[in-house]
């Protein structure tokens, strides 16, 4: 057994020599030194060894072994060495694929673009948190405690913080009464920034959506300030043909109120769809912060982004707004 162990040494050293690819250097690893390799059935030949032989010819193996598995690693540097990369050639002085221009959301543009628009009439911008306590979402607006608004199933409430309740704000309303406390009068302001009341989503709503609230409080403010102001803005942003009305409604924070539709294009008809609420502020939301209603009159106003987003740019369904699919995205 000795020489036929000498023997394939030999045979195995040639046959690893003339292996000069990668492919051939795996085909030999596979025939000499692999699982159900010539080694691997000469170990196991071992057994028929006589007893005498057996310790020299087990030496020899575990020598061959060896010999042949360190062969097989230099052999393998020196092939990939030559060899080169692996895998297509890249050209590094070809010009490179130019990257697409990116773009703002929709809802980030129809934004900036509304607050241009109101800030030609005069608005300034305001801001207030998203996380809101009663008295500031509720109570400051003229909505009892016995009033369904309150209500945990239409609202997102986050628990008590120093026992206060807190909230997710359902209307930027909450920012008129941060903006009274805090600004001198005259106040001429617009806010706007997410909301959120668990509504269940359909082609209109959505259970988080963007408002942009009007708040204008000065000696003399009537109901044809509103008005003109409303209609001003969806000829301004939307055209002189955009039509716009005023439906009689009621609001705990304004007296009188009313709902602000514009005609919009759902699902290839056009439809009436309310943009939000409108009406000259309550004296009662103006006694909560101590401003006398007798000398200061406003009107406030809270419109859906989203739905003037949707009646601009002609989007039929709200949902597809938050589904950040880039094929509709890069529409606009």
Not at 20 to 31: E, F, H, N, R, Y
Not at 92 to 114: F, K, M, N, Q, Y
Request: net charge negative; with cysteine; glycine share 8%.
């Amino acid at each position: 057994m000795l020489a036929d162990l000498e023997q394939a040494q030999l045979e195995a050293q040639s046959a690893l020599a003339a292996s000069v690819t990668p492919d051939a250097l795996d085909a030999w690893k596979s025939a000499w030194i692999g699982g159900n390799g010539r080694l691997k059935s000469m170990m196991m030949a071992l057994k028929d060894v006589p007893k005498d032989l057996k310790p020299a010819a087990g030496k020899r193996l575990n020598e061959l072994k060896a010999t042949l598995e360190s062969a097989y690693e230099e052999r393998r540097t020196a092939v990939d060495a030559s060899a080169g990369p692996r895998g297509p050639i890249v050209d590094v002085t070809e010009p490179g694929i130019p990257l697409a221009e990116g773009c703002r959301h929709v809802l980030s543009r129809t934004i900036d673009e509304i607050t241009e628009v109101f800030g030609r009439m005069g608005f300034t911008l305001a801001e207030g948190p998203e996380v809101e306590d009663e008295w500031h979402n509720f109570t400051a607006l003229n909505i009892p405690e016995s009033h369904p608004a309150r209500d945990a199933i239409d609202n997102f409430y986050m628990g008590e913080q120093g026992g206060v309740k807190r909230l997710l704000r359902t209307q930027t309303s909450t920012v008129q009464i941060r903006a009274m406390e805090t600004q001198s009068l005259p106040i001429k302001v617009v806010a706007t920034g997410r909301v959120y009341r668990p509504d269940t989503h359909d082609a209109t709503h959505y259970s988080m959506f963007h408002q942009i609230e009007g708040l204008y409080l000065d000696r003399g403010v009537t109901m044809s300030d509103l008005k003109t102001t409303l209609v001003q803005f969806a000829h301004a942003y939307f055209g002189a043909e955009a039509e716009v009305r005023m439906r009689p409604s009621f609001f705990p924070f304004t007296e009188p109120s009313a709902e602000v539709d514009m005609k919009m294009r759902i699902k290839g008809e056009w439809k009436w769809v309310e943009l939000g609420g409108c009406g000259m502020v309550d004296p009662n939301v103006l006694r909560a912060v101590n401003i006398d209603p007798e000398v200061w009159t406003g009107f406030a106003f809270g419109l859906g982004i989203e739905r003037i987003a949707m009646r601009r740019y002609g989007i039929s369904d709200i949902r597809w707004l938050y589904e950040n699919d880039a094929r509709f995205l890069r529409q606009f």
